[in-house]
């Protein structure tokens, strides 16, 4: 029989599939996600940097001039942005319609210049370079006290999103928290009011003692199968140290992180033959929250920031769309069997 | 005398293209106007091209396959986006266009970037 399960943070409810569990080879993929790439010029490629905006960051070992070959990490400006830069506005509206000037900042980092890597690829000081690039940018932005919200992304493959396979990550900042983010700080200051302590620790210390979800564990990071997963071999990557904000990592957990990115990206690729997928950081917002009866708060107590790694396997469809009830024909118990375990690579 | 700027317009609506080719030929450019891709591929190998303006739902080929297709080969002609559909900004594949203007009812936008294309590199009607 299927099973209901509750998100313990934000509520949210998921149907798991039961004995008609789907297993890993049903998602395998032939070809894997190169076959999608369509051949043609690649204007986040060495040597095509003219046809970026200027730079606004990147790592040159070799110290070439801005906006020439020679980079390892190049971080620029959308160029077609759907934000705009700038102050905004005050909220205008007519009644129940509200609306505001679309301002924000949207960045691309250019992960590497090699067009035919991708980020599991990448040697683990490459890897840690693109995870710093991530903080320094966050830690820029977020200077700019009008921009609420900064999300970092990656969308990898086309059925994720991707429409060019250079392996590259983006950055958006928002002047709003966005609903999904605040589902969790609401989720996850109730708890904290409830037992006096960070959800996301009792989750983690729950978990690990089971043993059961767990795809991964080191010194710094603990990745799960999330109890009430939305979506097959979704994964969770969280810091074990308490800390609210991406922005707080120390270097040697950067480390960590990239050895652990590689590890369960590389395990994704290999058990499921190079799925896309999506990968986006949550973290504290940029400003202090205001909770339901007015109490503002900085959630640096309670909220505890983390990775969520969604391969695309199943198409969200109407059921999904009308209740916000996700169907999980993956169990994450039979998720993180997969996942914990080195696959071979995919012939 | 001094040669008039050459502009492909690749766009398979007939009446955008005769639009496209009385508007920007009274600017001053010489116009050439294909339907679909293949066409403009055939007119760049034939013929010298300042500029290219593009659409991107293209029959029998996505205009962004083809813009990236184009850069390949002639890596230094400009090369406008001009769609109906705001979407495809989240398409970085866009980014091998220089430009990207929406349809709208004045072309004053595509002219005006069209003659900033053209000062960039040196060839103004």
Redesign the interface.
Request: hydrophobic fraction near 40%; charge should be positive; include cysteine.
């Given at each position: 029989m299927s099973q209901l399960r509750k998100d313990p943070i934000c509520g949210r409810w998921v149907i798991i599939a039961g004995e008609r569990s789907k297993r890993p080879d049903d998602f395998r993929q032939p070809g894997g996600e190169r076959a999608a790439e369509?051949p043609?010029?690649?204007?986040?490629c060495p040597g095509n940097e003219t046809?970026?905006p200027p730079e606004v960051f990147a790592l040159r070992p070799g110290s070439s001039p801005a906006d020439s070959p020679g980079w390892q990490v190049r971080v620029v400006p959308n160029?077609?942005?759907?934000l705009s830069r700038g102050a905004p506005a005050p909220r205008t509206g007519e009644g129940l319609f509200v609306r505001m000037d679309g301002v924000g900042v949207h960045e691309?980092v250019i992960e590497t210049p090699d067009h035919g890597r991708e980020m599991s690829d990448l040697s683990l000081d490459q890897l840690k370079d693109v995870l710093r690039i991530y903080r320094e940018r966050i830690r820029s932005i977020e200077r700019e006290k009008q921009y609420r919200y900064i999300q970092v992304f990656k969308n990898k493959g086309r059925e994720a999103?991707?429409?060019?396979s250079h392996p590259?990550t983006q950055i958006v900042a928002t002047p709003i928290v966005p609903k999904r983010v605040k589902e969790e700080i609401y989720g996850a200051e109730r708890l904290l009011a409830k037992h006096g302590e960070c959800a996301f620790c009792l989750v983690l210390r729950h978990e690990t003692q089971r043993g059961e979800r767990v795809i991964l564990r080191n010194e710094h990071f603990c990745v799960l199968a999330p109890y009430a997963s939305r979506f097959p071999f979704e994964m969770r990557v969280n810091p074990v140290r308490h800390s609210a904000r991406y922005t707080d990592i120390a270097e040697d957990e950067l480390g960590s992180l990239a050895e652990t990115m590689k590890t369960v990206l590389t395990r994704l690729k290999n058990s499921l033959s190079d799925p896309p997928y999506n990968f986006l950081i949550h973290q504290a917002p940029n400003a202090r929250m205001t909770l339901n009866g007015g109490r503002v708060v900085s959630v640096d107590r309670s909220y505890h920031w983390h990775i969520e790694i969604i391969p695309v396997l199943t198409k969200v469809a109407g059921f999904e769309l009308g209740t916000g009830f996700y169907i999980n024909p993956v169990s994450p118990e039979i998720a993180a069997q997969t996942l914990s375990f080195e696959a071979p690579p995919a012939s | 005398m001094k040669a008039k700027p050459r502009i492909l317009i690749v766009e398979d609506e007939r009446t955008l293209c005769l639009l496209y080719r009385e508007e920007l030929e009274k600017e001053g450019y010489e116009v050439t106007t294909v339907l679909d891709a293949a066409s403009a591929l055939e007119a760049l190998e034939k013929s010298d091209f300042d500029l290219i303006v593009s659409d991107i739902r293209l029959p029998g080929a996505?205009g962004?396959?083809f813009?990236?297709?184009?850069?390949?080969r002639w890596?230094t002609v400009p090369v406008i986006i001009n769609t109906a559909y705001e979407s495809y900004?989240?398409?970085?594949?866009?980014?091998?266009a220089?430009e990207?203007v929406v349809k709208s009812g004045s072309l004053e936008e595509l002219k005006k970037k069209i003659r900033a294309l053209l000062e960039k590199r040196h060839v103004a009607a």
């Open positions: 369509t043609g010029f690649c204007p986040f046809k970026t160029k077609f942005p759907a691309v999103g991707a429409s060019l590259h | 996505n962004l396959d813009i990236r297709s184009v850069m390949e890596k900004k989240q398409d970085f594949a866009t980014w091998a220089d990207y």
